[in-house]
């Protein structure tokens, strides 16, 4: 099994320009994650899906759109790059209540300049 | 709204001897999981090790042991015998377990502690 996968692994872009993360799980899991990390603040939740149909808002998703396309895949859009979205993302997914592990992909250097 | 804090930005340990990494939660709920993710250079993010907050036994992964005060809501984690692979970035995390159905099993993590080991 490949777990949770992304691409790309690491992408810049100028201010303005827009572009898609995109993340797949083959684990079957339901739930779905978008994390950005910036140094010094840890990972902070941008938006989840906790099943296939449904999305919400995490912590800080301002300037960002979601789509969980099927159970598999769940991308993450900047329609319009800020130097402030800056950041490495994770995608992570979750399998079940009693369940304890989250997985994460390898993560996306993004750099907007 | 819980909170995750890590006190200590940066650590250093000599090779073969321990350290402890702090972290402090903040929750009103009685019914959570608490975490330590490693986090390398390559990026990856690692489960190290869980606590389940109903049983009081305190978990061990090996060389990595917690000590996890609810009351207090302290969950610190300590590496005995470390070694240079344990050099990493570790993030402690904190995830709700009962959850209505739909809802979000985020974690909810601290700012993490930068760990050094010094051959």
């Known amino acids: 099994n490949a777990g949770v996968t992304q691409t790309p692994k690491f992408q810049v872009l100028k201010t303005g320009q827009s572009m898609t993360l995109q993340c797949a799980q083959d684990?079957?899991?339901?739930?779905m994650y978008w994390y950005r990390q910036d140094p010094g603040m840890g990972l902070r939740l941008i938006y989840y899906?906790?099943?296939?149909?449904?999305?919400d808002k995490g912590e800080v998703p301002n300037g960002y759109n979601v789509s969980r396309l099927n159970k598999r895949e769940f991308s993450l859009r900047l329609e319009s790059a800020a130097p402030s979205q800056t950041s490495v993302y994770f995608c992570?997914?979750?399998?079940?209540?009693?369940?304890?592990?989250?997985?994460f992909g390898p993560g996306t250097r993004l750099t907007v300049t | 709204a819980q909170t995750v804090t890590q006190s200590q930005p940066e650590m250093s340990v000599q090779e073969a001897e321990t350290v402890t990494l702090s972290c402090t939660y903040d929750?009103?709920?009685?019914?959570?999981?608490l975490f330590w993710y490693k986090q390398p250079p390559s990026r990856q993010m690692i489960l190290v090790i869980r606590q389940e907050a109903y049983k009081q036994q305190n978990a061990t992964e090996n060389r990595f042991s917690v000590n996890f005060q609810k009351a207090a809501k302290s969950f610190s984690l300590k590496i005995s015998d470390s070694q240079l692979g344990d050099a990493a970035m570790y993030f402690c995390?904190?995830?709700?377990?009962?959850?209505?159905?739909?809802?979000?099993?985020?974690?909810?993590f601290g700012k993490g502690t930068l760990l050094t080991v010094n051959p």
């Open positions: 899906s906790a099943s296939e149909g449904t999305t």
């Open positions: 684990m079957n899991h339901n739930s």
């Open positions: 929750t009103s709920e009685s019914d959570y999981y």
């Open positions: 992570a997914s979750f399998g079940r209540a009693n369940s304890y592990e989250q997985y």
């Open positions: 995390a904190y995830r709700r377990n009962r959850v209505g159905g739909g809802s979000n099993y985020k974690l909810t």
